[in-house]
C-alpha cells in the first residue's frame, strides 16, 4: 500500500511539473529588456575588443601564414591563379593552405618519425633516405592537393555553365515575349533556385548601387569564377551599345551558341559512357568465354597426357 502511495504522488509530482512546463511554454514570461540590452552591450563590447585583438594562430596558422606572404612576394601569379578556383569551390585561401601545409608536414615529417622510432628501439635502421622519401611524399601531397582543387574548380565551371545557358534561355525566351533586357535578366534570375541563379540575381540587383551597368557586373562575376562564357557576354553586349535590338539579338545569339554547346556535351558524354559499357561487355564476354572453354581445355590436357 505504501508503495501505491508513493508511486502515485510521484505520478502527481511529475504530472504537476509536466502542466507547468506546458503552461509556460503557452505563455512565456515577458522579456526583460534592461537586462536583455544590457547582454547585447556586452555581447557588442566583448564582439569590438576581439576585432581590436590580433587572432591568436597556432603554431601551423603561423606556418601557413608565412607560406602566404613568401608565396605573395616571390610567386603573386600562383596566388592570383589559385583565386578563381578557390572562389568558385567557395573555399578560403587560408584554411586551404593551412591543410595543403599540414598533409605536406605529416607526410614529410612521417618517414623520419618512423626511422627514428625503429632507432630509438634498437633495430639497425638507415636515417639518411628518410628526409628523402618525406621531400618527396610531402611534394606529392600538395601536387595532388592543387590537382585536386583544379578538378573540383573544373565540375563547379561545368555546372556553373550549364545553368548559365539555361538562365540565358529564360532570358531570351522572355526577351522574345517582348520584355526588355532590363525587366528579363532579373526576372529570369528569379525562376532558378540554384547557387548560380543567386549570385546573378545579386550581382544584378547589387549593380545600381555600385555604379556599374548589369553586364558589368556579370563580367566581373565571370572574371572573379574564371568564366570564359560571362566575360565574352559582357563583350558582345558591351558591343550592341545598349540597342534594345542589338542586345536582344547579342542574347539570343549567345543562348543559342551555349544551348548547342550544352547539347554537343550532352552527346559527347552519352557517346564515351557507350563506349564504356562496349568495352565492358566485351570484357565480361571474353571472361564468360574463358570460364567456360577452362573445363573443358583442362580435360582435353589431361586426356593428352598434358601435366
Given at each position: 500500500?505504501?508503495?501505491?502511495?508513493?508511486?502515485?504522488?510521484?505520478?502527481?509530482?511529475?504530472?504537476?511539473?509536466?502542466?507547468?512546463?506546458?503552461?509556460?511554454?503557452?505563455?512565456?514570461?515577458?522579456?526583460?529588456?534592461?537586462?536583455?540590452?544590457?547582454?547585447?552591450?556586452?555581447?557588442?563590447?566583448?564582439?569590438?575588443?576581439?576585432?581590436?585583438?590580433?587572432?591568436?594562430?597556432?603554431?601551423?596558422?603561423?606556418?601557413?601564414?608565412?607560406?602566404?606572404d613568401l608565396l605573395r612576394t616571390h610567386r603573386p601569379d600562383f596566388l592570383d591563379g589559385l583565386a578563381?578556383?578557390?572562389?568558385?569551390?567557395?573555399?578560403?585561401?587560408?584554411?586551404?593552405?593551412?591543410?595543403?601545409?599540414?598533409?605536406?608536414?605529416?607526410?614529410?615529417?612521417?618517414?623520419?618519425?618512423?626511422?627514428?622510432?625503429?632507432?630509438?628501439?634498437?633495430?639497425?635502421?638507415?636515417?639518411?633516405?628518410?628526409?628523402?622519401?618525406?621531400?618527396?611524399?610531402?611534394?606529392?601531397?600538395?601536387?595532388?592537393?592543387?590537382?585536386?582543387?583544379?578538378?573540383?574548380?573544373?565540375?563547379?565551371?561545368?555546372?556553373?555553365?550549364?545553368?548559365?545557358?539555361?538562365?540565358?534561355?529564360?532570358?531570351?525566351?522572355?526577351?522574345?515575349?517582348?520584355?526588355?533586357?532590363?525587366?528579363?535578366?532579373?526576372?529570369?534570375?528569379?525562376?532558378?533556385?540554384?547557387?548560380?541563379?543567386?549570385?546573378?540575381?545579386?550581382?544584378?540587383?547589387?549593380?545600381?548601387?555600385?555604379?556599374?551597368?548589369?553586364?558589368?557586373?556579370?563580367?566581373?562575376?565571370?572574371?572573379?569564377?574564371?568564366?570564359?562564357?560571362?566575360?565574352?557576354?559582357?563583350?558582345?553586349?558591351?558591343?550592341?551599345?545598349?540597342?534594345?535590338?542589338?542586345?536582344?539579338?547579342?542574347?539570343?545569339?549567345?543562348?543559342?551558341?551555349?544551348?548547342?554547346?550544352?547539347?554537343?556535351?550532352?552527346?559527347?558524354?552519352?557517346?564515351?559512357?557507350?563506349?564504356?559499357?562496349?568495352?565492358?561487355?566485351?570484357?565480361?564476354?571474353?571472361?564468360?568465354?574463358?570460364?567456360?572453354?577452362?573445363?573443358?581445355?583442362?580435360?582435353?590436357?589431361?586426356?593428352?597426357?598434358?601435366?
Amino acid at each position: 500500500m505504501n508503495h501505491a502511495t508513493t508511486g502515485v504522488m510521484v505520478l502527481g509530482a511529475l504530472l504537476a511539473l509536466g502542466l507547468l512546463q506546458l503552461r509556460w511554454l503557452l505563455f512565456p514570461p515577458a522579456p526583460d529588456l534592461v537586462s536583455e540590452i544590457d547582454q547585447w552591450r556586452r555581447g557588442r563590447e566583448r564582439s569590438t575588443e576581439r576585432v581590436g585583438t590580433p587572432q591568436q594562430l597556432s603554431p601551423l596558422g603561423r606556418l601557413t601564414r608565412w607560406v602566404v606572404d613568401l608565396l605573395r612576394t616571390h610567386r603573386p601569379d600562383f596566388l592570383d591563379g589559385l583565386a578563381p578556383d578557390l572562389a568558385i569551390t567557395q573555399r578560403d585561401l587560408q584554411s586551404w593552405l593551412t591543410r595543403v601545409t599540414g598533409l605536406a608536414l605529416g607526410f614529410g615529417l612521417a618517414p623520419i618519425v618512423l626511422v627514428l622510432g625503429r632507432r630509438l628501439r634498437g633495430d639497425d635502421v638507415s636515417v639518411q633516405w628518410a628526409p628523402v622519401v618525406g621531400l618527396i611524399l610531402g611534394v606529392a601531397a600538395v601536387v595532388l592537393s592543387i590537382r585536386d582543387l583544379r578538378t573540383q574548380a573544373s565540375r563547379a565551371r561545368e555546372e556553373y555553365t550549364q545553368a548559365l545557358s539555361t538562365y540565358l534561355d529564360l532570358v531570351a525566351m522572355s526577351m522574345e515575349a517582348g520584355q526588355g533586357h532590363a525587366q528579363a535578366l532579373p526576372a529570369a534570375s528569379q525562376i532558378g533556385t540554384r547557387r548560380v541563379f543567386d549570385e546573378i540575381r545579386t550581382a544584378i540587383e547589387l549593380a545600381p548601387s555600385r555604379g556599374i551597368t548589369a553586364w558589368e557586373a556579370l563580367g566581373q562575376l565571370g572574371e572573379r569564377y574564371r568564366i570564359a562564357e560571362l566575360i565574352s557576354l559582357r563583350a558582345s553586349i558591351e558591343l550592341a551599345q545598349d540597342d534594345g535590338a542589338r542586345v536582344k539579338a547579342s542574347l539570343i545569339a549567345r543562348a543559342k551558341t551555349m544551348r548547342a554547346s550544352r547539347l554537343a556535351g550532352a552527346v559527347e558524354r552519352a557517346n564515351k559512357a557507350t563506349e564504356s559499357m562496349r568495352q565492358l561487355t566485351m570484357v565480361a564476354a571474353m571472361l564468360a568465354a574463358v570460364y567456360i572453354a577452362a573445363p573443358y581445355i583442362l580435360a582435353l590436357r589431361s586426356a593428352a597426357g598434358a601435366p
